[in-house]
Structure formats: C-alpha cells, structure tokens
C-alpha cells in the first residue's frame, strides 16, 4: 500500500465557469487555468501520482501544451487513473477538501463525491470530499482563489 498527498490553489476570476470535483457550481467567478482550473480534482489526480511514484500533474498534463486547453479535468483524472493501473495499482480511497470562503459547498459534496468515485472506478464510500472555510484569513479568504488537498491511499494489484 503507498500513500500520496495533493494540493492545487488557483485564482478566481470573471468569465470561467467554477468546476470542482467535476461539478459546475453557479458562481459569478470561476476559476483561472488551462483546463478547467478544478483544484479538487488536480489535488487527487496530484496525490494518486505521488502515491505510484509518477511524478505529479504538471509531468502528465502541461499547461502549455495545447491539448489540455480547457480540457475537463475529469478526463485528466481518467488519464491518471489508468497510467497507475498500468504501474501496477489500483484506488482504496480518496479524502479530499476544499478550502474556499465562498461559494458554500455543502449542498455539492455529493456530486462530486459521485463524480471523481464514477472516475476514480470506485465505490462512492471509497471516496470522501469536504469543505471548508478560511474564515476570511489571506488570499482564499479574500475570496481571490480556491484551493483543495487531497490523499490518495493505493495498493498493488499483483
């Protein structure tokens, strides 16, 4: 069994949508970046690489390259998932949350935990998302940005 760990931050600004966990959220601001900027998923797609000894998110998926332009951040946690398969591991569980002064998430974390479980080819109670608040201290709690961290537990399939 080998552990990892994952964090991703990113700034909010007008005209994205906000995409966590493979959710769209109704939010007047969204997220910046390459793909679809979704700090939660990047964290768990971050803390699985680790955990197979992969390196991280931006050796797989650079943001420069063109292909990843907007790409959903789901299909990237596809992409990991199966590069860990074939190092030789799959999923036991996934814990992650999210940091972020607004919006609330509460009514979400279903969702998403659906999502990134449907993804990660787990069962949803192998996979847990929360949120929480910065209560208005820094950057997240000015509410310029959203960031998440994730662990990623995983075994050897052989």
Known sequence: MRVGSGFDAHSLRPGRN??????????PLGLDGHSDADVLTHAVIDALL???GLGD?????????PRYKGA???D????AVQAIKAAGYRVVNVDGTVIAEEPRLQPHLA??????????????AAVNVKAT?????????????I??????LIEATG
Do not use: C, Y
């Open 133 to 145: 608040s910065p209560e208005g201290l820094g950057a997240l709690g000015r509410e310029e940005g």
């Open 111 to 124: 969702a998403m935990r659906e999502h990134l479980a449907k993804t990660l080819d787990v069962d949803a």
């Open 76 to 79: 990237l946690l596809a992409a």
């Open 147 to 152: 960031a998440a961290q994730a662990v990623a």
């Open 18 to 27: 906000l995409i966590l966990g493979g959710v769209r959220i109704d939010h």
């Open 57 to 65: 998110i931006g050796e797989h998926f650079p943001a420069g390259d």
């Open 50 to 52: 680790g955990a197979a």
């Open 72 to 74: 959903s951040s789901l």
